[in-house]
């Protein structure tokens, strides 16, 4: 499964600290029903067994509504439990690396924060980009922010598609309108939420309104 430019409009990050009285598996489900395009697992505090178990039921959710499951920085996990691709960090396995081991099909983000790594990530054969953090982030605290500009500056500097991240929620993503993103990326503002479908739902319409 590759990539669609579409689905990249509401893309959602797991995150179980996050959860009201939910199981993570109800949780993604709601949030594909409200308009996520893709879903990024991204569990730090667990076990690459527990990893692995949790990808194997959430895939089977995403799989159902043809959306890719996307595993957070470990591409070995991603390749175990057959997930559609991985997102790396900056500080991660190289993308030219993973590239070469996963083959074309297998799907590739990688985090850019200059346009630098942005050009380096596409040369590289990533997918697409996660940029930010655009605002401060609830759940990475120690993020490096970037101005409205940056992202500017980076979406129009690759031919791959971008998507903006950090603390972005349904109020606020109307300052980055207009930067060249092709979506948003989203934890606390979906899987936070008492209504997680609703929620999902005014995020992806708030999305569309700044593309």
């Known amino acids: 499964m590759k990539i669609d430019k579409d689905s ?91 590239r070469r081991i996963a083959g074309n099909d297998f799907i590739i983000g990688a985090t850019a924060k200059t346009v630098e790594q942005a050009k380096l990530a596409e040369r590289s054969g990533a997918d697409y980009l996660g940029v930010g953090a655009v605002f401060p982030s609830p759940t990475k605290k120690n993020a490096v922010r970037i101005t409205p500009q940056q992202l500017k500056e980076i979406c129009s500097s690759v031919n791959i598609p971008a998507v903006a991240i950090g ?26 939420a008492a209504d997680i479908k609703n929620a999902a739902d005014e995020l992806r319409m708030a999305a569309l309104d700044t593309i």
Do not use: M
């Open 8 to 98: 990249l409009l509401l893309y959602a990050v797991t995150d179980r600290g996050c959860l009201r009285d939910i199981s993570i598996e109800e949780a993604v489900e709601q949030a594909i029903l409200g308009g996520v395009g893709v879903v990024q697992l991204r569990e730090k505090n667990i076990s690459e067994h527990g990893l692995l178990k949790e990808a194997e039921k959430l895939l089977k959710i995403c799989h159902k509504y043809d959306v890719p499951l996307i595993i957070n920085d470990d591409y070995e996990a991603a390749l175990k439990c057959g997930a559609d691709g991985v997102h790396v960090g900056i500080e991660d396995a190289p993308v030219s690396e993973i």
């Open 167 to 192: 603390g972005i929620t349904a109020e606020n993503v109307k300052e980055i309108k207009g930067c060249g993103h092709c979506g948003i990326a989203v934890v606390s503002a979906v899987f936070g």
